[in-house]
């Protein structure tokens, strides 16, 4: 198996997590409930992606690692879809307490977050909407190679 399906398997997760914890704890950009779904898939593609390294000759880790970076995708489609209005989703809001202090009023003052609305934008693309263009892409990618791999064999 090609190391560059082994390794974009661990990128496109490892980077999507790690942009989101940056804009949270640096930028401030609390999750929604659907930005923790779309988390979800990417920590089991770690894992996926990680015993694919390690047993390298087993394609089938990758192939799991990629369809869990499709499935955070898909969800990160849906997710955009409910910012920009085009269809409705989960009527829920998330919020993020801090540590410390009152519990009660911890809760209360913690920001609440909305799923229908996108905190951040770039060309009019919202972080789930990123989501979903760089893990398809990824995962498309990811099969790809590993078909091209099997071809060859």
């Not at 988390?39 to 996926?48: G, K, W």
């Not at 990629?66 to 990160?76: F, N, V």
């Not at 910012?83 to 993020?96: D, F, K, L, Q, R």
Request: aromatic content about 12%; glycine content about 12%.
């Amino acid at each position: 198996m090609r190391i560059s399906a082994r390794l974009l398997a661990l990128a496109v997760p490892l980077g999507l997590l790690g942009g989101a914890y940056i804009s949270q704890y640096v930028f401030g950009l609390y999750p929604c409930e659907m930005c923790w779904w779309q988390r979800y898939p990417h920590f089991a593609a770690l894992v996926l992606a990680l015993i694919g390294l390690v047993q390298p000759g087993q394609k089938l880790w990758v192939w799991l690692a990629g369809l869990a970076i499709l499935a955070s995708g898909l969800i990160g489609g849906f997710h955009a879809g409910v910012e920009y209005n085009w269809w409705e989703g989960i009527t829920g809001c998330a919020t993020v307490a801090q540590a410390g202090g009152d519990p009660l009023a911890a809760i209360l003052d913690a920001p609440i977050v909305r799923c229908d609305v996108a905190p951040w934008t770039l060309f009019g693309i919202s972080l789930a909407g990123f989501n979903f263009l760089i893990s398809t892409t990824g995962a498309l990618a990811i099969f790809a190679l590993l078909r091209r791999e099997g071809a060859k064999a």
